[in-house]
């Protein structure tokens, strides 16, 4: 008799796991991955002729062999730039010096028409959006409140208060855990889960905005869910109008979704699916100051808005608009993403470098930096 209610008790409990989204997180496992994508219905993202090129050198310029760089515990052993990809689970490298192609490395099954999967990477594009939005008057004004444009949370207590800008610089005040990922944080939920709209109605208040920095992905989902208001159309078609088709990409992009269906929404704040060249194309949009090809994609003084520290109501100085801000004396900025993605942008040089892995939660950012600006310095030389 015991061992029957043992067996029907634990069938209750997989019963209630495979009802919710701890199912998925439980059996794909919790911490995303680079293939996740062949879990989630997506939404296709079309290019367009003509398709911009980067310039090929001349000549072979060797950084492989010739650039030299610490390991990953920073001690004196200098290893080729060849070497260190290689032993630090990187997927695709590349480097981009005045729109010519200096260095570009594929490992593994990866290849340069190979889709890699973005996470956070992605949260810029997002933001970039709203800045076109605001461009074109379908955003009155990022200092509005959200509820101007999303009006269903009029009714829950405090989101009248938060601002686009909130949303933008992560000081909203929203509850969400997005730091631990783990089978019952808040990003496991928006993650691995099928309902999107659910969970964002779902969200509550920690403290007032522009109280502190809270780094949350339910920020950009809140982002895209306002882009969907103001153009009637998914995330997806606004980046496909935008970005996708005026930037000249090389192939499709896909965008992973919550679920089938007219009621499916992206998940914005990661999981924007590409080529590696194509990501660079965006890097390059900013490089030229939202200007591409002598057509304003984006405001000037959006993108230096962006890129520049703004501390004010106790956003961070070293993050705005979903970009990451180096230091003063090399003013950089960079896209930064789960497992060291990175889309570093060093405007003085116009050098961006780009790079995707898919393993390691451990690798600091201080570290990809160290590393990168060790790159830049070494290019120097080179003519």
């Known amino acids: 008799m015991k061992s029957k209610i043992i067996f029907l008790l634990l069938g209750i409990i997989m019963l209630a796991i495979s009802s919710c989204d701890v199912y998925n997180t439980m059996r794909f496992g919790a911490l995303p991955g680079q293939n996740d994508f062949s879990h989630f219905p997506q939404r296709k993202i079309d290019n367009q002729s003509p398709v911009f090129n980067f310039i090929k050198p001349d000549k072979d310029y060797k950084l492989g062999q010739l650039i030299g760089l610490t390991n990953k515990s920073l001690n004196p052993t200098n290893v080729a730039l060849d070497t260190f990809v290689e032993l630090h689970n990187t997927i695709s490298f590349m480097i981009i010096r005045?729109?010519?192609?200096?260095?570009?490395?594929?490992?593994?099954?990866?290849?340069?028409?190979?889709?890699?999967?973005?996470f956070s990477m992605?949260?810029?594009?997002?933001?970039?959006?709203?800045?076109?939005?605001?461009?074109?008057?379908?955003?009155?004004?990022?200092?509005?409140?959200?509820?101007?444009y999303l009006p269903e949370f009029k009714s829950k207590p405090g989101f009248d208060k938060i601002t686009v800008k909130n949303l933008l610089e992560h000081t909203s005040g929203i509850k969400f855990s997005d730091q631990e990922f783990n089978i019952v944080s808040d990003n496991a939920e928006f993650y691995w889960g099928h309902d999107l709209r659910k969970e964002i109605t779902a969200l509550t208040i920690k403290t007032a905005p522009n109280k502190e920095f809270h780094y949350s992905s339910a920020n950009t989902q809140l982002l895209a869910l306002i882009i969907e208001r103001v153009t009637n159309k998914p995330v997806s078609n606004y980046l496909e109008t935008?970005?996708?088709?005026?930037?000249?990409?090389?192939?499709?992009?896909?965008?992973?979704?919550?679920?089938?269906?007219?009621?499916?929404?992206?998940?914005?704040?990661?999981?924007?699916?590409?080529?590696?060249?194509d990501f660079a194309k965006f890097g390059r949009l900013y490089l030229n100051k939202g200007?591409?090809?002598?057509?304003?994609?984006?405001?000037?003084?959006?993108?230096?808005?962006?890129?520049?520290?703004?501390?004010?109501?106790?956003?961070r100085h070293y993050y705005n608009n979903n970009w990451g801000i180096g230091p003063l004396k090399y003013d950089s900025f960079y896209a930064v993403g789960l497992y060291g993605q990175y889309l570093y942008l060093y405007p003085e040089k116009n050098i961006q470098i780009i790079r995707f892995g898919d393993s390691s939660l451990s690798y600091n950012?201080?570290?990809?930096?160290?590393?990168?600006?060790?790159?830049?310095?070494?290019l120097g030389v080179l003519k």
Not at 98 to 118: A, M, P
Not at 294 to 299: D, E, T
């Open 122 to 148: 992605v949260k810029p594009m997002v933001s970039t959006l709203i800045g076109i939005a605001v461009e074109e008057g379908k955003i009155k004004s990022i200092n509005d409140s959200i509820t101007d």
């Open 98 to 118: 005045n729109d010519t192609i200096l260095y570009e490395k594929y490992n593994g099954k990866y290849r340069d028409t190979s889709l890699v999967s973005s």
């Open 242 to 277: 935008k970005i996708w088709k005026p930037l000249g990409m090389e192939a499709p992009a896909y965008w992973s979704l919550d679920k089938e269906g007219d009621d499916s929404m992206e998940k914005a704040f990661c999981c924007l699916q590409a080529r590696t060249v």
């Open 365 to 378: 950012p201080n570290y990809w930096q160290d590393i990168f600006i060790q790159i830049i310095d070494q």
């Open 291 to 315: 200007n591409w090809e002598g057509n304003q994609i984006v405001s000037k003084e959006w993108v230096e808005q962006s890129t520049h520290s703004d501390p004010s109501n106790n956003n």
